[in-house]
């Protein structure tokens, strides 16, 4: 092996033609536009369409929008390149502010830019994922897959295929040396025989994507596995058994040459961290312009009713299991933040009457945008808990503390699934760290956008919040 790393990303092998044709299509749109409303295509206009250019392709890279989309959603597809679309937006309004020249030019010609632009780049790609489902439907642009490993991470890998057929993905079979006895296989599958067979399969074409799935104590045989399919044109794709725990955002990492597998790693790096602060200052500042007045209302009620501050300041745990205080308003008559935090329950009456309406409907959080706009909190993300609770559950939920790898939210994928509110089993925090560690993993703008949607729809009032 040379210097050169052995992981490569998982890139679009048509990704420069997509490139070329976001790109053809700005300029064309703009030309389009200028051309409906009479404008004279200045070298002003030739300026914003460079820019233009520069921000959507920036955007785009750091969205990953030119990543394979094989095993992707059409919505989160659509998602991303709408986003792209936005930044490109800002990017040109923002130069026209800056330049004090938005006078210059035409705004009913930059709006249609805009919209059509947008439209034709979610149309292309809307028209060549279905053209592609079509092809596969027809078994054509389909990968027949050999399966290495009758085990419960073959059972997983083969789950996950058929859970997405649009990625054209046809299991053929299992390959496993063992008795049928010691064996997974899916049901559906057959056994295509030992791990031999695969060297014979790959030449005579029943199988040209091969997936090894077995344990990492195996590496000897793995390795003489890959020795063999070195030899033929197959490709082969190796999924290590520890790949079934909980990894949250693993990522490839270099340590100078050698190359390393981070397994509880957080997806906020970079440009992703700069997009989840962008997202959190737009939603938190449209949302306290909304809620101002009815906080000035509860505010009032929580004052004029029982003794005590308005506002609760609690320590909890927020990124990186650093200390933070969260706002919220006092809906009880004791302001509890020592070594033991007894959690509200049905009937508490350390809850006042306002207090008790206020937690029903999650009212007593509206300063946690506060906190948002501070950069402490996010407006979506796992629920910080008290730190006396914190103390409790790392020691009884395995991966409890994984959850603080992202700052915490004012709503997260547990809360709209139900997971909101007193967690007065292990079993009851077992299953919200478990949603707060997969929100973890598939993190994602669209997964964000939709967790605002359900909380709105469906988030605010639960069951369990006393």
């Known amino acids: 092996m040379g210097k050169k790393g052995f992981v490569r990303n998982n890139v679009n092998q048509f990704a420069v033609l997509y490139r070329f044709f976001d790109l053809l299509a700005i300029q064309l749109c703009l030309l389009i536009s200028a051309e409906v409303y009479g404008v004279v295509v200045s070298q002003q206009y030739y300026l914003i369409s460079l820019i233009a250019c520069l921000a959507y392709l920036f955007s785009a890279e750091m969205l990953w929008l030119y990543r394979s989309w094989r095993a992707g959603s059409m919505k989160e597809i659509l998602f991303v390149a709408s986003i792209s679309h936005l930044l490109m937006m800002a990017a040109v309004v923002g130069w ?21 632009s947008w439209l034709v780049s979610c149309t292309w790609r809307v028209a060549l994922r279905y053209f592609l489902f079509a092809v596969r439907r027809n078994g054509r642009n389909t990968r027949y897959v050999g399966v290495i490993g009758a085990n419960e991470t073959g059972l997983e890998l083969t789950n996950e295929i058929r859970r997405t057929p649009e990625a054209g993905y046809n299991v053929v079979g299992v390959y496993d040396d063992r008795d049928a006895d010691r064996t997974v296989i ?45 030899d033929t044109p197959a490709q082969v794709h190796l999924v290590p058994n520890f790949f079934v725990y909980n990894l ?58 029982s003794k005590g501050p308005i506002i609760f300041k609690q ?60 950069g402490s909190m996010s407006v979506v993300g796992p629920r910080p808990h008290a730190v006396a609770h914190n103390e409790m559950y790392r020691k009884k939920v395995e991966y409890y503390m994984l959850r603080h790898r992202i700052k915490p939210g004012i709503t997260g994928w547990a809360q709209i699934n139900g997971w909101r509110g007193e967690t007065d089993t292990v079993d009851k925090m077992k299953m919200r760290v478990q949603y707060d560690l997969e929100y973890i993993k598939n993190w994602s703008l669209w ?20």
């Open 96 to 116: 026209m502010f800056i330049s004090k020249s938005s006078e210059d030019y035409s705004r009913l010609a930059i709006a249609l830019w805009f919209a059509s």
């Open 186 to 230: 899916p049901e559906g599958l057959q056994s295509l025989g030992a791990i031999d067979q695969v060297y014979h399969d790959v030449l005579t074409g029943k199988v040209d994507t091969i997936f090894i799935t077995l344990p990492m104590t195996a590496n000897k045989r793995i390795e003489k596995i890959l020795q063999v399919l070195g």
């Open 248 to 305: 949250l955002h693993s990522r490839i990492c270099n340590v100078g040459e050698l190359q390393t597998v981070s397994v509880f790693d957080s997806p906020m790096k970079g440009a992703m961290n700069f997009l989840k602060r962008v997202e959190d200052i737009i939603l938190a500042s449209i949302i306290l312009t909304i809620i101002a007045l009815p906080m000035l209302v509860i505010a009032a009620a929580v004052k004029l009713t």
């Open 315 to 374: 320590n909890r745990y927020g990124m990186d299991g650093k200390k933070i205080k969260v706002w919220k308003f006092r809906s009880m008559t004791v302001t509890e933040d020592g070594d033991k935090v007894t959690q509200a329950s049905k009937n508490d009456a350390r809850i006042t009457p306002v207090g008790a309406f206020l937690r029903r409907t999650s009212l007593d959080e509206l300063p946690q945008f506060i906190n948002v706009l501070q």
């Open 447 to 466: 997964l964000d956008f939709k967790i605002v949607l359900m909380t709105v729809f469906k988030g605010f009032v639960g069951k369990n919040a006393y």
